[in-house]
């Protein structure tokens, strides 16, 4: 087997993966797993830079990760760079930084190749009893991924509709005002409209839902005191449940979503967006429910240092 690292930066969190991997029979053992919400991408949708703050929070992380990955003898390491950092006027900074502390370049991936890391991340473990085609959905802090294939990415689209981004633009107020939720549910359904005219969302077998608005979407449906990933992974969740669990979140103030024990602190003013992106997306797809995931684009950049890099 391998040793590989992998580093996802994205609007909201910082993650790491040292996982091996053997590309034969498709073996992946983790090593260690790591996520911290560093909230990078704050304020990037208003003024267009990596806030100073944000930088330092997130370079904060990475300097952890690194000690990390020097001390498990990875190969190899890759790390990719989403939303915040495409939109961000001071991108170089961000580069600067990571170089100073990884020894390489992060990669400011385009929608299209985040779309297809994500969906080689979800869909290299599901066995043979989960049907596709796929449509597997990847819910960010500043974008959403939409990507459809069945072995491989069959299309794919990229929007900038994302549960941080969707929050900052729409709900000024603790809970949003029923024209703020009409607000962002416009918002939403233009982006889906743009993702309609290149992916198939209506004709897949299965949704598969990724990253942490979704799975703490999941978490609260099964009921969950405490964020259980092997409890989350592969677990199937109503679209019926999913819209129950909205409604509730966008009539919660912020203290009431802080008490619910499984959402993370550095998710509590972003999680009723999220929820209500993946309500939309199952409505528009015409999905009785979803598949959650705990692999995703974290997974993809780990493997497609073996595979076919993108």
């Not at 370049?105 to 596709?132: C, H, M």
């Not at 677990?235 to 009539?251: G, H, K, T």
């Amino acid at each position: 087997m391998t040793r590989v690292a992998a580093v996802d930066c994205g609007t909201n969190s910082i993650r790491l993966l040292v996982t091996d991997l053997d590309p034969a029979s498709g073996l992946q053992r983790d090593v260690d797993r790591r996520m911290r919400i560093v909230r990078l991408g704050q304020d990037v949708d208003r003024t267009g830079r990596l806030a100073a703050a944000a930088l330092d929070r997130t370079m904060a992380a990475l300097a952890e990760y690194v000690e990390v990955i020097k001390a498990s003898g990875a190969d190899t390491v890759r790390m990719v760079a989403t939303s915040a950092t495409r939109d961000a006027e001071n991108a170089d900074e961000f580069v600067a930084g990571v170089r100073s502390l990884l020894g390489v370049d992060p990669e400011v991936v385009s929608g299209d190749d985040e779309a297809w890391l994500s969906f080689t991340g979800a869909t290299r473990d599901l066995g043979a009893t989960v049907p596709g085609p796929y449509l597997v959905v990847d819910i960010g802090g500043g974008s959403t991924e939409f990507v459809t294939g069945r072995s491989t990415p069959e299309a794919a689209r990229s929007v900038d509709i994302g549960a941080v981004r969707l929050t900052e633009r729409c709900f000024a107020a603790d809970p949003p005002t029923a024209d703020q939720v009409a607000a962002a549910v416009a918002a939403i359904d233009g982006a889906l409209d743009q993702v309609a005219s290149a992916v198939p969302l209506t004709e897949t077998a299965t949704v598969i839902g990724l990253a942490g608005s979704v799975t703490t979407v999941g978490a609260i449906h099964l009921g969950l005191t405490e964020y259980d990933a092997a409890s989350i992974h592969h677990a199937q969740v109503p679209a019926a449940a999913v819209a129950e669990i909205s409604d509730r979140l966008l009539a919660a103030t912020h203290a009431d979503r802080a008490a619910i024990p499984v959402i993370h602190p550095g998710r509590v003013d972003v999680i009723a967006a999220g929820a209500l992106i993946l309500r939309r997306v199952l409505e528009r797809a015409g999905a009785d429910g979803l598949l959650l995931s705990e692999h995703d684009i974290l997974d993809g950049i780990a493997w497609s240092q073996l595979l076919n890099p993108r």
